[in-house]
């Protein structure tokens, strides 16, 4: 657990210095390298601490003045209600950072004891 | 094992990443749009907070802005730069991505942002010379110091504000679409005056009257689209106001004068240079109908002058018009900009007050061109073979190789359409002709704004009109010394009764333009006796004018309707003006039923048609969005044309369009026994009545087939479906299926995408006072409150009262917040 609010919160640093979205998936994938024990653990890191962290993030904008915007980003993609923008965000960021965590322990596993 | 597990989780992660950080046609790049730290959660409300103060390094001198309740700013500076530095920079602060957006396009430059989608409008717009006559008017802009120094104080404003862009503040458009706002350019604000000229001046029939000549006749064309409208119409100026100048003689066909020529050589400098919106294939006209007046002191309750204008273009969201007050010692106006160009537009300052309408003129003609050969290299004129040149037009293609395309330039202008190429989607384009286009010719139309923005007098106002050529526009005035004026004002060419209806023969010097008509001779009226001056895009006079300007304006029923209402007005109050603005009256509908129901009998008829009957009959013509009637009148109108006309329009006539409805009115009223109405495909002879009865018939069996049993279905807003788009078309970014009053032929002019773009009126006193309202709002930020918080109002016919202060010191409970602006210490 301590692993995945690391990887949040470095994420967070990173996102905030910067504009691009792709640390989410760098993060993890570092981990996932450098001191995941299995690939599940790895895959999961990245679900749980990119996904929390979008989750978080968009629910605090959505509340904080980007309803309106919000409704009409799910118009141009035909979802439903607005709210849905909210989940569908941290899946994105969740599958993304899995994938990549997962990758990065496959990288590991290729330099651990035989 | 390993390595194969490694190699496919990173391929798939590689994969991932890949999809999410490009976009796929036109979806969007998913990880980029959605990160909450940098794509669209960022495009909130906050930015519409006003900051406190601003560092802008580029500013002499600090810069106030007051912003009122509805997000509009006013701006004060101590001087002209100042003034336009901080109008570009705080127009980029709400409209960035929408004057960039529409530079671009007018560019042929949207394949750069949309890929291949954009090419063909991209290559179009080239083909027209956009960017060439931008190029020549910037040239132009450059030339006069006052003009420069605005236009590019406007371009370091807006600059300055892109340069404080992190990726996070872009425009929610350009993560979207996945691109970067580029410098701002003088050169830029040159390409939106060009592409307001091709909105308003390019349509054009010269082509399909060119092949409807050969089938049917000068004579019958001449009966059909008449120089001189019947009666009915009444044209801008009124009757029997005397000219006071002395008519230039005009050139004949052939004489030798030299031509008035777009450029002396051919030879333009080589080497130039769902999402994508644009002008629809073929230019709509812009006859859906702007109106202005101006109405004396002696007709209002006040005793004051009072002016209206609702200017009526495409409708889209963002709105074409940003609403906005400069002061700067010397000036202090107030109105509508358009954004991607300095100074108020339309408005008024403490003295005077002006409004536009389109003009109509004919200031494009197409000139047949005989090449030597497939090369293009040479043309046939007066007896020689002269060289063109070509302008390589560079058209990059996102994601693609670049398409290089050839225009081929002759003396004329450019030639659209080369025979052998695939038609262009304009259909008014003919093949194998060269463009002479007023637009092309250098000009300095900005000056005419600077001016109008300062004037004090009439003789102010004429100054600012001086500077004026393309696109022509009636100008309203009114000012507070208690002078009401217009003046259909543009650079015209001098010529014959008739030049330019046809294509002209491009290889023999007698078809060119020979001069201009002297400026101070356009058709003008400054305090008529009848107390008030007014246009609706009509002709602008009648036959007494001495010079020939053009055939195809716009049909009677606003012109005639807004007079009719004028001189019956007494003790005129400026909500009179606005209820004017709001006239939903189809004079068309009047005229032309008051006749066709006796013609329309019962015979049979289906429990719909009797409905349908009944509807017409009880209807007082107005357009009103809960009313069936107007939608059963207007499918009515269109088969009554159809079964009139479209028997004398066969075959390669299929472009040519149907006469205006004064001429159908007149036939209704004054000559029911006319030959059209015979259908001449058929043995027996028709008469009106017989055609009144089968379009009845047919409207009512198609918009029962498209609407159902009577009800809602049926209702003009509901049959309309008229909306406000985006302006890039990105769905859900507009506001759609809006029920809307009016249509093309009432005051009210207004129709699916176009409609009233600014409804203003202005009542010139000590105190000016004045009220607007825009279908949108002050932000282009589709996630502000502020991007369409006018269209609710502004479908309701409501006007909001215009802040208009004195001094960035004046308090009031309409000023919200204060932004102050200094350049770097």
Known sequence: ?114 | MKWIRAIVSLLIAAAAFWGLDNRHGMVPPAGKLVNPFAGFWQNGTRADKPPGELILPGLRDRVRVVWDARHVPHIFAANDHDLYFAQGYITARDRLWQMDFQARYAAGRLAEIIGRAGLESDRFNRRFGLGWAAERAAEAISRDPQARDTVEAYADGVNAYIGSLRRRDYPVEYKILDYSPEPWTLFNSGLLLKYMSYDLTSYNDDRWMTVARKALGEAVLDELFPFEPPPIADPIIPPGTPWDFKPVPLPKRGETAAPARAHDSASPTASFCPLADGPAPVPERPEIGSNNWAVSGTRTRSGRPILANDPHLRLTLPSIWYEIQLSAPGTNAAGVSLPGTPLVIIGHNDRIAWGFTNAGDDVLDWYAIKFKDESHGEYFYNGEWRKSSVRSEVIKVRGQKDVIDRVVYTHHGPVVWLEGEPEPSNKSVPAGAALRWEAHDPSNEFMTFYHLNRARNYEGYLEALASWDCPAQNFAYADVDGTIAIWHNGKYPLRQKGDGRYILDGSNSADEWRGWVPREHNPHVKNPPRGFVSSANQKPTDASYPYYLGWDYASFERGTRINQMLAAMKDITPEDMLRMQNDNLSLRARMAMSRLLRDIVDRDFTATEKWALEELKAWNCENLAGLAAPTIFSRFWSDFNEKTWNDEKKGDLWGMRWPRSEVVIDLILNHPDSEFFDDRTTPQKETMADIANAAFHSAVKQLQAECGPPGRSWTWGEWRRAGIGHLGRIPGFGRERLAMNGGGNAVNASGPGFGPSWRMVVELGPEVQAWGILPGGPSGNPGSPYYDSGVDDWLAGRAHPLLFLKSAEEAGPDVVAKTSLRGAK
């Open chain 1, 1 to 114: 657990m301590i692993a995945v609010l690391v990887c949040l919160l470095a994420m967070l640093v990173f996102q905030l210095l910067t504009p691009f979205w792709w640390w989410i998936m760098i993060v993890p994938f570092a981990y996932g390298v450098a001191a995941a024990h299995t690939g599940g653990g790895a895959f999961f890191n990245g679900f749980l601490s990119a996904g929390l962290l979008w989750l978080g993030s968009s629910l605090c904008f959505f509340l904080t003045g980007s309803g309106i915007i919000t409704a009409r980003v799910v118009k141009m993609f035909g979802l439903g209600g607005s709210w849905l923008m909210i989940p569908a965000t941290a899946l994105v960021a969740a599958i993304a950072a899995a994938v990549s965590g997962y990758a990065g322990y496959a990288v590991r596993a290729l330099v651990k004891r035989k």
